[in-house]
């Protein structure tokens, strides 16, 4: 008996919170339904065909949401693991460096916008414009536009700062995941992964000036969320581990490398699941510094969430859904990953 | 021995030291700005600090744009105070069955959730405005607000149920047991002992929610056909994307915008990092 009135309880518990999941599951449903409408008429497939086939902004926009998610789930978060590794070491004023690095992730969307708006600015009103005018660096840089604005490929600075923190990024998660690694494959990975890619991704065109200076804005958010969690994850490493290896003479870089970075790995699949779900949710950011083209009208930064937007805004509903729902899809792969892990770990407790 | 200098921690407070700079460089300029005049923000360099306070950007800000920076306030507390004890306490009534009863389907439930906490909501912003207008909620300044708080707790739900399930699950299950025995009943337990004991997990889940939502902007600009219900976040960008704001005002209200964020965290950071760890579980 006192099962049965546990259920019970537990159903009264669960219905209002159940209302709302419902409604989000109601929302999926509703915008499968309206995918296959054009002004409230049924009318097929149509919405796909033109999508697929005859929309000039859809694969760009979806192009960028997927480089975007390559982004998310390599720079944020060795960004926050070189701020981990640096602020682990009892350094004193600790709590103030990482007040400073995790104070922007508390932001606005809007708010970051409006900072690196300014950060941006064509000619010497521009913060970053300024800097390298003052360190004669102007000729790797778009001194007279937005950079925002540009849609040709990224100018030579933007690399300049990506590369190295793609291949520092690439060399720690591949060290988390493969410590036995050899020399060879793991300058070949991290050069390949953190050099070449961009440089096609560069003479392809295929990104844009605009799009990686947005990039670099919300990494300069997103970085701190990878840095708390990794500080956390190197203090639940077992001090016993790290004072073995200090008696074994192991020096500071061979600890990090064989103790500390394989100890990280959950902590990587975790984030990089996270990040990459987050990529699709891009819109704030891209709405505030790009406006709602997604990079003055050349649409060199637009997203699938800014896309149905615009969609939304002009009275398409049906077509605005089929953009959505396209999106939802994509996003389902790294949360479905999630969700079969959350079930197997709820399985083990 | 101690006085020889230590390159090796002379190297890693440099590093740390100028990769702080430029992480707070973008803020400290944009600081700059907003106290310079006009005039000012031409002729300097960006880098330079304001020659002197001028307050004029942060009091026209005030009462320019549409709506105001003021009234903004105003609307993003209407917003956000329901909106984060609506969602907290339905999060609770989830979390409390699924950490403390044994039910079928309790594990579907869970991951019911998850994904709802995952989901990419900004996708389906055409079923939220179809059905708000369905509703009616377009006609009043009150129905404004509305669709938009429940906006923010139909999504935030899952969130809260996610980290309070978490934190219920270490409340030692002998004191549900002792209270039960003592004819306690579940909602009566839940009420007066879990909840109580849970404060601390309830406002650090109260600091995220309350960021979280004062910070979106997307509900207010799909939700809200009315500009003067705007909160601070859509006001901001509203500004920003119009052309002919002046910088030293769109710098200044950026600034005015971060202020209430960083005094809970100059404040309260422990408590933040303490949410933020909770997330990754």
Redesign the interface.
Known sequence: MVSLTEKKTAYLFLVLPLVCVGFILFTIGYLVVSSFTSGGTFVGFQNFTRLFTDDPYFWPALWHNIFWMIWAVVVPIGIGLVFAILLSRNIRGERIFKGVVYFPALLAGATIGVIWNWFYLPEDYGVLNSILGKLGLSSLANPNKLWINVPSSPVPFLWLVTIPILMISIGLMVLSFRPKISKFSFVGICVGLGAVFPLVLHFTGMVSTSLISILLASSWAGSAISMVMFLAGMQSIPRSQLEAAKMDGASEAQTLRHVILPALKPIFIILIILSAISSMKAFDIVYTLAGAEGGAGHHAADVLALYTYRELKVGDYGYASTIGLVGILVTMIPVIIYLMWIRRREAEE | MRISFNWRRFS??A??II??LI?????L??AF?SFKTEAE??TT???SPPSSLFTGNYLESLTEGSPPIGTAFKNTLIITVPAVAGSIF??A??A??LSR????G??Y????????M??????????????ASALGLYQSIVGNYTAVILAH???G??FC?FILRNFFRGIPRSLQDAAMIDGCS??SF?WKVLLPLALPALAVLALLQF?GI?????WA??LMPRVETYP???T??S???TSGTS?GI??A??FL??IP??LL??FL?KY??KG??A??Q
């Open positions: 890693l407070y590093a740390i990769l702080c992480w707070i460089l973008p803020l300029t944009v700005a923000i031409k360099s960006p880098l339905l999060g009534l989830a409390y069955p009863l044994r039910f079928r309790s594990v439930i869970y991951m019911l959730l998850i994904f709802g995952m989901f990419p909501y900004q996708l389906v912003m055409v079923p939220l405005y179809q059905t707790i139909v999504f739900v899952p149920a579940h909602f839940f960021t004062y910070n979106d902007m997307l600009l799909v601070i976040a859509t901001l960008a500004l920003s994307t910088y769109l710098t209200a950026g915008a971060v964020t960083l965290f100059v950071q933040f990092l933020l760890a997330v990754g």
